[in-house]
């Protein structure tokens, strides 16, 4: 009982978190930017991919027989690699944004525009909900004939592979060569293009400036290392089965928390979104 309120109350916070952040984009004007609506649909994102897993955890706290049908338990992994794949594209999309702000300001208006904006939006889940496919279509494809006892808290891709009687080489090469592209390619990207904005920021002599600079990508780095980071060391890098116990906290973090923490680092760290949100509060 004391975990259901504790992550009931994560989760409604969570939506209400991400919800705020749509909501001030889609209304206030100064907010009608490419990386304000980047954010936006980084907050839709968040909001399908934690409910994937949260609402039927939270139903699970409370009853005594656990159980979820075949079908169920392959759309909700389906469903959780396509909002977190699609998630991580967008995330290295915002970094390319922010490069292009900072290094190429003069040309940001006429690179960024919402073409090209909707364009990579579309890139995003399109990579994400194919990533997902690949790995679902492999594993349905398995014979479950080994255990019917999931050990995680969700049908997560690793814990299922555990469950065939059949040897799962395969679907893990094919998880480390697409899932691994998607997640290391976006990385790359993104680091690629924050070495660019520091060698530029280093150049502005104002102190001033400098901080201008790196405060407009201060949220976005932190949200990037905390997804990254959780996202390699629990499904790229191997583990003994202890390490594995530990992974399955990991992705309490990346499945529950980060949904959570992305809005509030967003909203306390923006002055812009400051503002937007003390005025729908105030005309409440």
Not at 56 to 81: E, K
Not at 120 to 147: E, Q
């Amino acid at each position: 009982m004391i975990l259901f309120v504790m992550f009931s109350a994560i989760y409604v916070l969570t939506i209400i978190g991400n919800l705020m952040i749509i909501e001030g984009v889609k209304h206030e004007s100064h907010l009608h930017k490419p990386m304000y609506f980047f954010l936006a649909n980084l907050s839709f994102l968040e909001i399908f991919y934690t409910s994937t897993i949260t609402p039927n955890g939270l139903r699970n706290l409370l009853q005594d027989s656990i159980t979820i049908s075949f079908v169920g338990c392959l759309t909700q992994m389906f469903f959780f690699a396509a909002f977190g794949s699609s998630e991580c594209v967008l995330l290295t999309v915002m970094a390319y944004d922010r490069y292009i702000a900072i290094c190429q300001p003069l040309f940001y208006s006429t690179r960024m525009n919402p073409s090209l904006c909707v364009q990579l939006l579309c890139l995003s889940w399109g990579c994400g909900f194919l990533n997902s496919l690949v790995h679902t279509v492999y594993t349905a494809m398995l014979p479950f004939c080994k255990d019917h006892l999931i050990r995680h808290f969700f049908c997560d891709f690793l814990s299922l592979l555990k469950l065939s009687c059949k040897d799962t080489y395969p679907n893990e090469l094919v998880a480390t060569l697409v899932g691994g592209s998607v997640v290391i390619s976006g990385l790359m990207l993104t680091l690629l293009s924050y070495i660019n904005i520091l060698r530029v920021v280093l150049r502005i002599r104002s102190e001033k400036g400098r901080q201008k600079a790196f405060s407009t990508c201060g949220s976005h780095l932190i949200v990037v290392t905390i997804f990254f980071g959780t996202i390699i060391v629990t499904y790229l890098l191997p583990g003994s089965d202890s390490a594995n116990e530990q992974k399955k906290v990991l992705s309490v973090i990346y499945g529950v928390l980060t949904p959570l923490i992305n809005p509030v680092i967003y909203s306390f760290r923006n002055a812009d979104f400051q503002k937007a949100i003390n005025k729908r509060i105030s005309h409440r």
